[in-house]
């Protein structure tokens, strides 16, 4: 043994059974430059591999020979206290290992920005009032206050859903309080359009030289040079998406986090985490304040409020509906027949065209459509057989080209020329999924000399003017207006609520009250057309603008059924032999149920056929069942055994 000291480091390496830190002689030359949180090099297993080195230590309590570390290969601290227990945490919750974690957790090593001589960072000026809408909602004043007072307070904040409700100066408002305790802020949005709109409210309060941005979007240069400003303690104001839940922001005082339901939150690589998570984990071991906003309610931010985890921040019902536009059905109900006997079975009943016109008077109106394209869907006219490519069997789409409409597979893009049915003979075709560019083109032709955009697809626009235009978009490509939409139509609704999908009334009830938010409020005269079935639950809720009362009833029903949040699921999906050997090395909770295995739609990720196993347990032992699978993978992983696992805690989806 020497007496050399001992720094113990976290390796990239990605076998479960070897997911713990392994501690190295420093030798005497790198003393100084292996500190915690700094990159180096070390042999493991006869290679090279990458690591950080988590802490120092005067020993090591291995009992074994130690091998020296072989380099550091920056000396800049980039893997902070905070986040090496943020990341084991998040690694535990989800049956992951560190090094997936902290791979996406910290961004690669930019060298050039390193070394270079860092910009000087701001302190964020804090202005004696900030004007926003937190206050007009009941207990929104008290959490500002609190979290000026350093305290750390958790709600959930129900943003009544008008354009006159701006849920980002909302978000600013709580930054502010956070930056007045002497601490930081992390505001977290789904993708860069929220991220720029968020920017758009915030500079002008705290200064644009004082926040430091972080996404995927950016430059691996102006990244790494943002999160090494948060690394120093530079910059006490982030803003972010997915992976910004990691910043290793100091002093922490707020986290925020906007629109929780939206799937760009769940992270698709390993080990498959969901950022609301993520930051509930972080306020709890940092005690910091933690803020859910949102227009709809997830049933995980409903059963944290029943638990009184979260405390709710909402206007009070009569108020909330009188902010919001009105809603209107066209649908099947006796009332609307009687109004338009065809309002049932055509795609654009007369109320889509009143809605239009009168919202035309007023500036602009938006559509929305479920799906992006021109024909999404194909059948045959007389016997609704779908139609296939008689190559590969692919889905047949049409779409326009050079004003001609053209039928092509959606999965080898071959024309297809000459199409009849196999079943019935027929060459006629029919379209019961229609897309956003038929749409624009229909509705450019019942409004002729009306400006008509399509935002959709790879033409997504971020604004839009004032004036009277059409606005065809799809779910999360809807631009915002000046002044916001006089009014809008929701189109084609039974799409939404009746995909094979565990959320998908759920997420269909936020993609339209998302819309809601951009439509001018009620006392305003904005106005908001649904077509759909006027009794099914969701459209009722929203006619309500009830997203608590359907997301309670939404959980009841989930308790009722055993299904998440209200128990703890666990997905493996892999081969039928892994599987099996799976289920023969993990020592399972005693209440658990079993599901499967059942066989995974073929993929084309995958040449091998996959299976699914579908673990269930209450959630009283939820945290037993994710730890007996992360030792099964151990297992597994230490014996050498045949075919890979993926394992997801509470997936997001459940088809």
């Keep these: ?344 079975s055509i795609r654009l009943p007369n109320l889509v065209f009143q809605t239009i016109r009168a919202g035309l008077a007023q500036g602009p109106v938006l559509v929305q459509v479920p799906r992006s394209g021109y024909l999404v869907t194909l059948s045959c006219q007389t016997c609704r057989t779908p139609v296939r490519c008689p190559h590969c069997q692919g889905p047949v789409q049409g779409r326009r080209s050079d004003g001609q409409r053209q039928l092509s597979c959606g999965w080898c893009g071959r024309l297809v020329v000459g199409w009849r049915c196999q079943t019935c003979g027929d060459d006629r075709l029919r379209a019961p999924v229609v897309g956003s560019v038929r749409t624009t083109e229909e509705l450019g032709r019942s409004f002729p000399g009306v400006s008509v955009v399509d935002s959709s697809g790879d033409h997504v626009r971020a604004r839009v003017a004032g004036e009277s235009a059409l606005v065809v978009a799809t779910p999360g490509a809807e631009p915002v207006a000046e002044l916001g939409y006089a009014a809008a139509v929701l189109l084609d609704t039974t799409m939404l609520l009746q995909r094979p999908d565990l959320r998908a009334s759920e997420e269909a009830l936020r993609r339209w009250l998302n819309v809601l938010g951009l439509v001018r409020g009620g006392d305003q005269g904005g106005t908001v057309a649904v077509v759909g079935p006027s009794e099914d639950r969701t459209i009722q809720a929203l006619v309500r603008v009830d997203p608590a009362g359907f997301a309670a009833r939404e959980l009841a029903d989930r308790r009722e059924a055993r299904l998440p949040p209200a128990v703890k699921f666990l997905t493996v999906e892999g081969s039928s032999e892994a599987l099996r050997d799976f289920v023969q090395v993990a020592e399972l909770p005693e209440v658990v149920d079993v599901l499967g295995p059942v066989p995974l739609p073929p993929s084309a990720a995958s040449e091998e056929p996959l299976d699914r196993l579908t673990l269930r347990t209450p959630l009283a032992s939820g945290r037993e069942l994710v730890r007996a699978a992360r030792a099964a993978l151990g297992v597994r992983s230490a014996k050498k055994s045949a075919g890979a696992l993926r394992v997801r805690v509470d997936p997001s989806r459940l088809a």
């Design 1 to 344: 043994m020497t007496d050399l000291p001992v720094a113990r480091c976290a390796l990239d390496v990605p076998l479960a059974h070897l997911d713990r830190f392994f501690d190295y002689e420093v030798p005497e030359a790198l003393a100084d430059q292996a500190v915690p949180g700094t990159r180096i090099r070390a042999r493991f297993a006869g290679r090279m591999v990458d690591g950080f080195v988590i802490e120092r230590l005067a020993s090591s309590d291995a009992g074994v020979k130690l091998a020296r570390l072989e380099k550091v290969v920056s000396a800049e601290p980039v893997l902070l206290p905070q986040q090496v227990e943020l990341v084991r945490a998040v690694a535990a919750h989800c049956a992951g290992s560190f090094s997936d974690v902290v791979r996406l957790a910290v961004p690669p090593r930019h060298a050039a920005t390193e070394k270079a001589n860092p910009k000087p960072w701001p302190e964020p000026t804090l202005p004696d009032d900030v004007e926003g809408p937190l206050p007009l909602h009941e207990h929104g004043t008290d959490f500002l206050d609190r979290v000026a007072a350093g305290e750390p307070v958790r709600a959930f904040w129900q943003v009544a859903p008008s354009a006159a409700v701006d849920p980002f100066q909302g978000l600013v408002q709580a930054c502010v309080a956070a930056l007045r305790a002497g601490k930081g802020a992390l505001l977290l949005v789904p993708d860069v359009k929220d991220l720029e709109a968020l920017q758009a409210r915030l500079v002008p309060v705290v200064g644009a030289g004082a926040i430091a941005l972080l996404h995927a979007e950016m430059g691996p240069s102006a990244r790494y040079r943002n999160y090494l400003a948060v690394a120093r303690g530079s910059a006490r104001v982030v803003i972010g998406t997915r992976a910004a839940a990691f910043a290793p922001v100091h002093d922490l005082g707020l986290v925020a986090l906007w629109d929780d339901g939206d799937d760009l939150w769940s992270e698709p690589r390993a080990p498959y985490f969901h950022v609301r998570d993520v930051a509930a984990i972080r306020a709890t071991q940092e005690r910091t304040a933690l803020l859910f906003a949102a227009r709809g309610r997830s049933a995980e931010a409903q059963q944290w409020v029943e638990r009184g985890w979260l405390a709710p921040i909402e206007m009070p019902t009569a108020v909330a509906r009188r902010t919001a536009p009105a809603v209107r059905v066209a649908g099947d109900s006796d009332q609307a027949l009687e109004r338009d006997p065809l309002a049932a």
